[in-house]
């Protein structure tokens, strides 16, 4: 069995928590580069985002959280279906994950975020 320390895990979640410029985009679909997070799927835009430290995930694991916002903006309509968070200091896309159910979203509209995100390692099997 493969089993890795919190340590090798809290460094990989260190890398998303050092991002120099972290911004988190509402995407059309799951976009594959920073690119396509930043603008071709874009829907929404939250400059700046929490990010909390590295803690224990329910189950096992490690696990970091972006905290919930209500001063995000909607740039374009469309259905969301997909979160980036990217460094836009470095053009890296840093991470996605679905959203927990599609939602249409139209443009000009207020972006918030209700429940934190969750990012993180699940333990080995």
Not at 11 to 29: F, K, T
Not at 39 to 60: D, E, F, M, V
Not at 62 to 68: D, F, L
Request: glycine share 10%; with cysteine; aromatic share 4%.
């Amino acid at each position: 069995m493969t089993t890795l320390s919190n340590d090798v895990l809290d460094a990989g979640l260190q890398e998303i928590r050092d991002a120099a410029s972290p911004v988190l985009y509402l995407c059309s679909q799951e976009p594959t580069t920073y690119a396509e997070a930043s603008s071709t799927y874009k829907l929404g835009t939250k400059a700046s985002p929490t990010i909390g430290a590295q803690a224990p995930r329910t189950g096992g694991g490690r696990k970091i959280e972006i905290g919930t916002f209500t001063d995000g903006t909607v740039d374009a309509t469309g259905t969301a279906t997909h979160w980036a968070l990217v460094d836009g200091a470095t053009s890296r896309l840093l991470a996605t994950l679905p959203v927990p159910a599609p939602q249409a979203v139209t443009s000009g509209n207020p972006l918030s975020l209700t429940s934190a995100i969750e990012i993180g390692f699940s333990p080995a099997a």
